[in-house]
Every structure is written in C-alpha cells, then in structure tokens.
C-alpha cells in the first residue's frame, strides 16, 4: 500500500524558514523521481520542486529559486522540502508527489505524477 505522509506544516512570519517532511512506504522509493506541489483554495495545483531519484538533478519554478531546497533521504524513503526567506504568496497547502517510473512529460508537469500527500498547511501568523 502506497503511503505519503507530508509534515512540518506550520506558523510562519515573512522571512521565516520551514522544513517539509514526507515520509513514505508501501513502494521501492530510489526507483522514483519527486516532486513538490502546492495549491490554494480555487487555484490550480502548481509545481514547486523536484528532485530525480539519481539525486543529480533538481528543478524549482521560478517564484521559489534560490529560496527552496528539495532534498531526498533514501534510507528513509523522504522528500524534504526546505524553504527559506518564506513570503506571504508562500502560505498555502503544500503535497509531495511520486513520479511515475515511465515518463512521457517534463518532470515539471503535474501529470507526471501518480502518488500523492495528504498535504500539510502553511499558513501565516496572523
């Protein structure tokens, strides 16, 4: 049974820091590139990072470049998504995502994935 479990969600100020967490099981997780989404209420689901399961390449969406950092631990079979210098278009719900084995999109695209999170909230302090 696939299992995707996000945490680290939390109460940020602008400028703050936040580590994600998705621990996952039930699937060979070195066989998988990952990624990260996010997506506010009414918006569609957009990409945020991703990581091919090699570790030797990452990519980010431009809003969130030299900010995030994705990272993976294959002993522990988790994605982490490290978020630095956090802005208010930053809150919203963010989901770690498997990457299907045979790919026919960029690793970018959302319909690349086949596994999903729970999702973990990131709201604002206020």
């Known amino acids: 049974q696939v299992q995707m479990v996000e945490s680290g969600g939390g109460l940020v100020r602008p400028g703050d820091s936040l580590s994600l967490s998705c621990a996952t099981s039930?699937?060979?997780?070195?066989?998988?590139?990952m990624g990260w989404f996010r997506q506010t209420p009414g918006k569609a689901r957009e990409f945020v990072a991703a990581i091919t399961k090699n570790e030797i390449y990452t990519y980010y969406s431009d809003s969130v470049k030299g900010r995030f950092t994705i990272t993976i631990d294959n002993a522990k079979s988790t994605v982490y998504l490290q978020m630095n210098n956090l802005r208010p278009e930053d809150k919203t719900i963010y989901y770690c995502a498997r990457r299907q084995q045979y790919h026919s999109n960029p690793i970018t695209e959302i319909q690349e994935y086949d596994s999903w999170g729970q999702g973990t909230q990131v709201p604002d302090s206020s």
């Open positions: 039930g699937w060979p997780f070195d066989r998988h590139d």
